[in-house]
């Protein structure tokens, strides 16, 4: 069974950075999309970023600009680098594979990682 493990998150001032880093137990990165979803306090979970096999990224609106995403297949390691963070960028994040054209998602939810952005 696939395990993801989310790290790099914490408290950081407005306009601060931080670097995500998504890890799992097997090697399923290198033949899946790969994407970058948080989880604010009683709000649904939305996807932040994705990056396909090709490496080719998408963006959610509100992060655009700001945040990247990349993938290290030797490692097998996606990241998700977050720089102008502002409050509203507090959440959990977690990493996924979304399944093509639903909300569904293929791997068993990792416990994610707390992001908290002070004004």
């Known amino acids: 069974q696939v395990q993801l493990v989310e790290s790099g998150g914490g408290l950081v001032q407005a306009g601060g950075s931080l670097r995500l880093s998504c890890a799992a137990s097997g090697s399923i990165f290198r033949g899946n999309t790969m994407a970058w979803y948080r989880q604010a306090p009683g709000n649904q979970r939305k996807l932040v970023a994705l990056?396909?096999?090709?490496?080719?990224?998408t963006y959610a609106d509100s992060v655009k600009g700001r945040f990247t995403i990349s993938r290290d297949k030797a490692k097998n390691m996606v990241y998700l680098e977050m720089n102008s963070l502002k409050p509203e960028d507090t959440a959990v994040y977690h990493c996924?594979?979304?399944?093509?054209?639903?909300?569904?998602?293929?791997?068993?939810w990792g416990q994610g990682t707390q992001v908290t952005v002070s004004s």
């Open positions: 996924n594979t979304p399944v093509d054209g639903t909300s569904l998602v293929r791997w068993q």
């Open positions: 990056i396909t096999i090709g490496g080719s990224t």
